[in-house]
């Protein structure tokens, strides 16, 4: 039976947090895995959340069960094989994003209706090339535009890399489908643990008279020499025959996984004193804290194939989400999501030879004679991303790598006309503005532009084409001015 010396790689995070008092569970954004840096220290990922942030709601953990597998839940989609650099997507939209959309709806991921597709986001700003991401990446697209059905993107995943979607029937239903927060946290000492727990058992909100049904997490594993790491199960024990990590690996680079559950008796004895205990100080640090346990573990899923690790599963030792080697790795991230019904939307078909240097924004006045918008806004995805920084849309045309085809988007405009504000009823004029970044060489073409109306329902109402005369843009802009009538009080 192999045996670990973990003298001295524990310890020092569980240190550093008992000796500021910092053990409660919290909010933490520790790098740029966790948010984006380009919107500064101040922005809250959480704010439009519904339900309780972290620390706001007390964990009893006598009502805690000593197992939880949500994997096993209908809700739950199957266990995924990914294709090329997209984990942080399988993790974070695939898995999460689709597990979280069918407890809201009341479903089951049991076809493409259901589930939804690590490649849509992805493919938004991974620069048209084969990279990592982060799950953070994907709930950001899913605030910011949606993610549409794999019944209306054409499967979990595509086979082409920087393909984006032509058709605004899938970028009109993405839009109903969106992640109102996000937020990651620690899981380094045992009250960080229990807050986990509870959140993977009921997100800490119990239900009287009604079943518990958690949440999931998003985890960064350090995936060089695994083999290092990775033990089985001993006969005799509980879950023999499994495999369990007990740590992450030394060496090598970061993976998005997916933590679906817990197994509070799973353990292994990792200094090989015949005995699995929580109570003895492994780490010779004059203490006993999580760092020591060789008694609990999460339950993670990979998006390796369902027959990676027997069943596409591994255990994960809970004290291994304490390595001061791997910081990534001791963060969980969580997601809530939300249904939306967009009142009014903009449908535009267009081309431009490399849609990262395209610039796109959108205003709104609520006088139809205005030379000017009051409000305006530029969206991400057509203005080259630059919520994601080095990570963008890609230096190839609109519908992906050696593709000039246009293609046919749509854009939300309900918050812009929120913004016009309770008396601005009646008739306004609506404003767009095509571009190329400067010094850009891009050249486009707008071939459509639509305004269409939604009832409250999400019923359509009508469809206002505005003419185009002159549709090209580069250097020098395309502006584009029209009427729109039946301005609703925000």
Known sequence: ???????????????????????????????????PPSEGKDYDTWRGA????????????????????????????PIYKQKWGACGQFASV????TYEMNVLNGTVADTDATRFPAHFSWNMMNNAENKGSEAYHGWEVAKRIGVPTARSYGGVRLEKIGVWPNGYPTWREAMEYRVSGYRYSPAQTIDQLNEARGWLHDRNQARPNLPAIGGLFAMDGRMGEMEKVTVTIPKGEHEAGKDIWTRWGPSGYGHGLTCVGYDDQVGY?????????????????GKVTLADWERGAYIVVNSWGEKWSGDGRIYLLYSAMIDPTWERGNYLGRAEVARYLPRRTLRLKLACDNRTDLRMSIGISGDKDAAASDHEFAPQ?????????????????????????????????TPLLKDLGPDEDG????????????????????????????DDQGGFIQESEVELEGASFGKSPLRIEAIISGLERG
């Open 269 to 285: 004895d990792l200094n090989c004193d015949g005995k699995i205990t929580n109570d003895i100080d492994l780490n010779d640090d």
């Open 427 to 454: 008739e306004g004029r609506f404003f767009l503005k095509l571009s190329c970044a400067d010094g850009s060489d891009a050249v486009g073409e707008l071939h459509e532009c639509a305004i269409r109306s939604y």
């Open 381 to 413: 995805a057509f203005n080259g991303w630059p919520l994601f920084g080095r990570g963008n849309a890609g230096q190839v045309p609109m519908a992906g790598p050696n593709d000039n085809t246009p293609i046919e988007v749509g854009i939300d405009l």
């Open 50 to 77: 519904s339900h309780p942030d972290i620390g706001g709601t007390a964990v009893d953990i006598d009502r805690l069960p000593s197992r939880v597998d949500n994997s096993v839940r209908p809700q739950f989609p």
């Open 1 to 35: 039976m192999p045996c670990f010396v973990i003298s001295g790689l524990l310890a020092p995070v569980v240190v550093s947090d008992a000796a500021t008092g910092d053990t409660k569970a919290r909010v933490a954004y520790p790098g740029s895995f966790s948010r």
């Open 94 to 97: 695939a898995s999460i994003f």
